[in-house]
């Protein structure tokens, strides 16, 4: 217990960030405290404003400004008319990716894998808004770029047996990317000939 209740709370709070435990969150509270309460504040206010607005894009399902609102990479015309549809697991991914500066084309998120002892299946992806979004946007490529785990390589199987009975060239991630690694935690430069040298399925 320190001094100010307050100050408990603001501990307590920096907690619920991953891997921030008591010792760093007490850091974090003091330096914000001692020397960072212009820009503590303004912080606060940003996080307030992006819970509150950010919502899930309508058309690739990571997220965006407000509700029912595309976000950039999906409003941007040469995007949209590469024809080139990359699918990820998570927002993190996409970030990933695009940091690495090897793609241009639009994504799709599902915020996970299949994992039917967890109870996620296809409707819980939202496999069936991709499978018509792929359909009616004709993509002349779609990029499977899932983890390589059990559960990822079962999704990117079920994926990519819709795309080859609609005549859709499919193609998976190549070299670089660990089992059952992230690609989060995959250097850029790694993450971009992985794409580059992505392999037909």
């Excluded at 695009?98 to 241009?104: G, R, T």
């Excluded at 060239?169 to 992230?182: M, T």
Aim: charged residues 20%; hydrophobic residues 40%; proline residues 3%.
């Amino acid at each position: 217990m320190s001094s100010s209740a307050l100050l408990d709370k603001l501990i307590n709070s920096l907690q619920t960030m991953p891997g921030v435990g008591p010792v760093t969150a007490s850091r974090i509270a003091f330096a914000l405290l001692d020397k960072k309460r212009a820009q503590g504040l303004e912080m606060a206010e940003t996080i307030k404003q992006a819970l509150t607005n950010i919502s899930s894009c309508p058309g690739c399902h990571n997220y965006s400004d407000s509700e029912g609102v595309e976000c950039e990479i999906c409003a941007c015309a040469s995007r949209r008319e590469s024809g080139v549809l990359c699918v990820v697991e998570t927002p993190s991914d996409v970030q990933a990716i695009e940091d690495s500066k090897s793609f241009n084309g639009t994504y799709f998120v599902l915020h996970g894998h299949l994992s039917p002892i967890d109870g996620i299946g296809a409707k819980e992806l939202g496999l069936d808004v991709l499978f018509e979004k792929i359909v009616n946007n004709h993509y002349k490529e779609v990029i499977l770029a899932l983890s390589q785990t059990i559960e990822g390589n079962a999704t990117s199987s079920f994926i990519a047996n819709f795309c080859k009975r609609h005549d859709i060239i499919v193609s998976k991630i190549a070299s670089g990317v660990p089992v059952g690694g992230e690609l989060m935690s995959v250097d850029q430069n790694t993450l971009a000939m992985s794409l580059n040298y992505r392999r037909p399925l």
